[in-house]
Nanobody, 113 residues
Framework: QLQLVESGGGLVQSGGSLRLSCVAS????????IGWFRQAPGKERELVAS??????TRYVGSVEGRFTISRDNGKNAYLQMNSLKSEDTAVYYC????????WGQGTQVTVSS
């Protein structure tokens, strides 16, 4: 079964850091575009960071300079989140796409002020 599994979420104080991980099962992330999305209660899901097949990264303005997307040469993708703010509280999802797209189940990040 092809799937993505996120981990690394949790409760952190404002200003703290978390590192989210996304592991691909049944396939590798080679040549996939990957992205990290988040969805806060009552809001639409938004793309916060992406990396295309050529390793070009993009970030939404609200996380620029604080979040870093990365991957290794295999099954893992990461989102390093620094200087967290209460408005970063959301469920975070990883996504991989190469013709067909795959979503993870999400991991909760809660930032207390």
């Amino acid at each position: 079964q092809l799937q993505l599994v996120e981990s690394g979420g949790g409760l952190v104080q404002s200003g703290g850091s978390l590192r989210l991980s996304c592991v691909a099962s049944g396939f590798t992330l080679d040549h996939y575009a990957i992205g990290w999305f988040r969805q806060a209660p009552g809001k639409e899901r938004e793309l916060v960071a992406s990396m295309d097949r050529w390793e070009t990264t993009r970030y939404v303005g609200s996380v620029e300079g604080r979040f870093t997307i990365s991957r290794d040469n295999g099954k893992n993708a990461y989102l390093q989140m620094n200087s967290l703010k209460s408005e970063d509280t959301a469920v975070y999802y990883c996504y991989a796409h190469r013709g067909v797209g795959y979503w993870g189940q999400g991991t909760q990040v809660t930032v207390s002020s």
